[in-house]
């Protein structure tokens, strides 16, 4: 059987679907041209990760097709149920990029706390002629530690996101609309654990409540951060969204900013992808990234591993 990596995976996944029998392709086929190329090399399985579209009419043009996979969490970009009506299996890696998303969460907190967005950019600038000044400006840092983080969405990614947290000297307060309770095990070095229990509260609550706050929702029709949930926040909070472009108005945070609600915020997933709007990237008060919350070799490794698993398991 035929497996076409349409947007890549990961050496890992590529040597266990092959010592399994399977024929790994890992040509990147443009979209309009992906269904005769199905069709011609008889593809079996066809694994995405957020670059390639499976809609409908993918689905009904392609008999062959027993298995869709994403390499990665959300799948906004695979009309899933149709898929499965259809006979397909629909797969996905929830759990293999949790803690690089976390990782990278904590990258731009820290960043944000102690301005290394903008000392990064004016150093190089105006490092020799104006080193005190720069000295001065970027001189009220604040520290994560003993501060409260409210985490939105307490699914894997949140909770991953909650113990980095916590191993930070963090305050974890959290709302989740399907979740009560959250016991988070901390594994430490020589095998060491430390357990804490988490119990979700009211969404407002944790906008009033976080000097800063970040996004772990899936994709939605509606905004999850709006202008009414803006108004709510304390004053001066930092934000981050690595979750999905559109759970947060980006105008509406671009406001919040220049009223000085908001007083710093990081993004790292965006409404209009591949072009983020030029107010965002031109912002000093944004930091920013390009969608890389699971672009590391060790989430890439467990994906292909896990997707080649799946599929094995599946197809026998």
């Not at 041209?33 to 009904?60: G, M």
């Not at 996979?69 to 906004?76: L, N, P």
């Not at 979700?200 to 970040?214: G, M, N, P």
């Not at 920013?288 to 197809?315: C, K, V, Y």
């Amino acid at each position: 059987m035929k497996v076409l990596a349409n947007d890549g995976v990961s050496q890992s996944g590529i040597d266990a679907l092959e010592k399994a029998g399977y024929e790994v392709i890992t040509t990147t086929v443009a979209q309009e041209q992906l269904i005769n190329y199905i069709n011609e090399k008889e593809i079996s399985v066809l694994l995405v990760r957020s670059a390639t579209t499976v809609r409908k009419d993918l689905i009904d043009a392609c008999p062959n097709l027993k298995i869709i996979g994403r390499g990665g969490v959300g799948m906004d970009n695979i009309d899933v149920e149709y898929a499965r009506e259809k006979g397909l299996s629909v797969i996905n890696t929830p759990a293999a990029s949790s803690h690089s998303v976390a990782e990278l969460v904590f990258g731009h907190l820290y960043g944000l706390s102690r301005f290394l967005h903008n000392s990064n950019r004016d150093m190089p600038l105006e490092g020799d002629s104006n080193f005190k000044g720069l000295k001065k400006a970027y001189a009220k840092g604040t520290e994560l530690k003993g501060k409260t983080l409210g985490v939105l969405g307490f699914g894997r990614i949140g909770q991953a996101t909650a113990k980095v947290a916590l191993g930070a000297g963090m305050k974890v307060i959290a709302f989740d609309p399907f979740l009560e309770t959250a016991n988070l095990e901390l594994d430490f070095f020589d095998g060491q654990t430390v357990n804490f229990e988490i119990k979700t509260i009211s969404k407002e609550d944790v906008l009033k409540q976080a000097d800063f706050i970040t996004l772990h929702v899936p994709a939605q029709k509606e905004y999850v951060i709006d202008e009414a949930e803006f108004n709510i926040m304390k004053d001066g909070v930092i934000i981050v969204n690595a979750a999905r472009g559109g759970v947060l108005n980006e105008v509406a945070l671009v406001k919040a900013i220049e009223s000085g609600k908001v007083a710093r915020a990081a993004l790292d997933v965006f409404e209009k992808e591949p072009k983020p709007e030029m107010q965002l990237l031109m912002n000093p008060a944004l930091s920013l990234t390009p969608h890389t919350g699971a672009a590391t070799n060790e989430a890439q490794d467990r994906i292909g591993a896990e997707l080649a698993t799946q599929i094995i398991s599946i197809l026998g």
